[in-house]
């Protein structure tokens, strides 16, 4: 009993690697390895280099936008005619502003996703779940395993990317202490060039860490959809069919195809025996064919069958063992009688017709 116990354990634990099944099955539901990290240092990394090339392009537009307003918006005495004007001005402005860094965060995401997972569309992972308001459940999120991971990740990546954030800064302190002592327009230019190269490194430091992320996100995911060798069964008999329900079909195809032979074998001119083991039931019609052609053929007790319905519809039966045996070895149901045979079954075939009065 106890070892019964104990194998039943083993075969319920999920030690075996997932099935293709069940990989296709969780990318359906929208569930696959993928860390959020990377899309995130990607999309940081690709801002940054854009700001790097586009920045002096970007500091034209945000002057020209306020020495727009400053020149004539605030010039103007605001009224219902023209305060839309006004706005759809600016707005304008302001997309060509901020519009190429949206733009290419956006294109950063999408292809950040494509290299993790690849073209995944799924709306179940988005669906309602009332069990996702479970107080306890949600408890148990917060205080599970994963979360302390996910904490730890937070202060090692606030750490790490905190660390060169201000190593960088540090070795540009000079300009820094100088700030004070630049005009306005220089010193925004040497506060926008060390925010490009911090960003720039925040974003490779965060772009390392993320691939470690990955490969733990990649590990988890594999943990998490693992199969017992029960569930490895399971998933073999819903989808190549229970075995027992199998053999039955098999049986009843069997049977079903017994029965159409058996009902052929009175259209049959000569039941050629063994005489006891083998029985090839022969039709020869020149008109559909140009050489006789195998109705039925058995052994053992299909050929006593054979044999059985040949008797009541009389059928003359001629015994002949080695052409018995070769015919039922060679052919086929359906099978026209090939070279070989054509003198052997023509002489059992003239005996017939001489026998019947047909010659």
Not at 16 to 42: C, F, H, M, W, Y
Not at 289 to 303: I, R
Not at 325 to 334: A, E, K, P, T, V
């Amino acid at each position: 009993m106890q070892l019964k116990l104990d194998l039943q354990f083993f075969a319920g634990e999920k030690t075996e690697k997932a099935t293709p099944k069940k990989r296709l099955d969780t990318r359906k539901k929208g569930q696959t390895a993928k860390s959020q990290d990377v899309n995130t240092a990607i999309g940081l990394l690709a801002v940054f280099m854009f700001l790097q090339f586009y920045s002096t392009n970007m500091g034209k537009i945000a002057l020209q936008t306020f020495r727009h307003s400053f020149n004539e918006f605030m010039l103007m005495d605001l009224t219902e005619e023209n305060i839309q004007p006004i706005m759809l001005s600016v707005l304008k402005e302001v997309a060509f502003l901020l519009g190429p860094v949206f733009l290419i965060a956006l294109v950063a995401g999408v292809a950040s996703n494509l290299l993790q997972v690849g073209f995944m569309f799924s709306t179940e992972s988005i669906q309602p779940k009332l069990e996702k308001l479970d107080p306890i459940k949600g408890f148990k999120r917060i205080f599970s395993i994963r979360a302390i991971v996910e904490l730890l990740k937070s202060i090692l990546k606030i750490g790490f990317v905190g660390g060169v954030t201000f190593f960088v800064l540090y070795l540009h302190i000079e300009d820094v202490l100088h700030l004070s002592q630049q005009s306005v327009g220089a010193a925004l230019k040497t506060v926008g060039k060390l925010t490009i190269q911090m960003g720039l490194a925040a974003s490779i430091s965060l772009l390392v860490l993320s691939i470690f992320d990955w490969l733990y996100q990649k590990y988890d995911f594999e943990k998490n959809i693992r199969m017992s060798k029960q569930d490895i069964k399971d998933e073999f008999k819903n989808s190549e069919g229970d075995p027992l329900i199998k053999s039955k079909i098999k049986q009843k195809q069997r049977e079903m195809a017994m029965s159409r032979m058996m009902q052929e074998v009175p259209k049959a001119d000569v039941i050629i025996t063994n005489p006891t083991h083998y029985a090839i039931a022969l039709k020869y019609d020149e008109k559909e064919a140009d050489a006789p052609v195998v109705l039925a053929k058995g052994v053992d007790f299909l050929a006593q069958k054979i044999k059985l319905i040949a008797k009541e519809n009389n059928i003359v039966m001629v015994e002949n063992r080695p052409l018995a045996r070769s015919l039922y070895d060679q052919l086929d149901i359906g099978d026209k009688i090939p070279d070989e045979f054509f003198k052997a079954v023509a002489e059992v075939l003239a005996y017939v017709y001489r026998i019947q009065n047909k010659i």
